[in-house]
């Protein structure tokens, strides 16, 4: 697969490009926060199930290929929703290696648990400190690391929880990943960045 310059203005027609930039006011950012994201859900529901299956498959074959999984033994993924990059296989994957997967469980307060996908059973919150490396969902992130999530806030509250060594790797479509020197994602204080990036075609270290 050929490898996509990141999006630029001109590569993002279906979007509002005013949601693009960041301000220090925090009503203004959470607006934007939310234009985007309201544009990045009507695309992704635009997907259909064919590439949906190619996407999945080509995120299995980028991360099985990426050096982060290396050696790990116990990762925390996400099962994949539809709309979001999926990573059936790259989970098929996983347990084929052996490797401990902990998938999240939403609590009432917004915050994850966990359970290993072999053993369910809740492991508690803090179960995510103890990972050799963190798949997180998102529905864009910039190349200076910047995430943003669905909007509850329950990564941010998990990846506090995780030792600075351990990296964090975010999953998105090719045309999800932004570059921030010309577009940087709306962030305030409370979001965690990542150090790294995925899509259906590349792996990237991110400058977080
Ligand atoms: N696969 C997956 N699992 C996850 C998350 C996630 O983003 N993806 N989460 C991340 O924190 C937590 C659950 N929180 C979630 C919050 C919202 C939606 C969601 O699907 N939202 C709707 C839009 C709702 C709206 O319009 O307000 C959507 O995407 O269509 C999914 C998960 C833990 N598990
Ligand atoms: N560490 C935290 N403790 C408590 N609340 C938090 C924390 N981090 C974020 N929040 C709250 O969660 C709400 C949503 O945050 P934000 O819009 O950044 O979510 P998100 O990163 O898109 O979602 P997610 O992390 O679930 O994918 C905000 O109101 C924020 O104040």
Sequence with gaps: MSTPPVTTPAATPGLALDTLSVTPDVL??????????????????????????AVDTAVARVLTGCPLLAGVHRVACYTS??????????LAELERHEVDVL?????????????????????GPDAIAAVDLVIVPAL??????????????SYDRALGRVPARVPVLAVVHDDELF??????????????????????????????
């Design 103 to 123: 998938l999240p469980v939403l609590l009432p307060d917004g915050d994850l648990d966990w359970e290993l996908d072999r053993h369910p059973g809740p492991l």
């Design 81 to 90: 929703r539809p709309g979001e990059p999926g990573t059936r296989e790259l």
């Design 28 to 53: 203004e950012v959470e607006a934007r926060k939310h234009r985007l994201r309201r544009g990045i859900r009507s695309r992704r529901l635009d997907r259909d199930t064919g590439s949906a299956r």
């Design 179 to 208: 570059d921030a020197a010309v577009t940087p994602l709306p962030t305030l204080p409370h979001d965690r960045p990542v150090q790294a990036v995925a899509t259906p075609s590349r792996w990237l270290w991110l400058a977080a």
């Design 140 to 153: 864009a992130v910039d190349t200076a690391g910047r995430r943003l999530g669905q909007g509850g806030g």
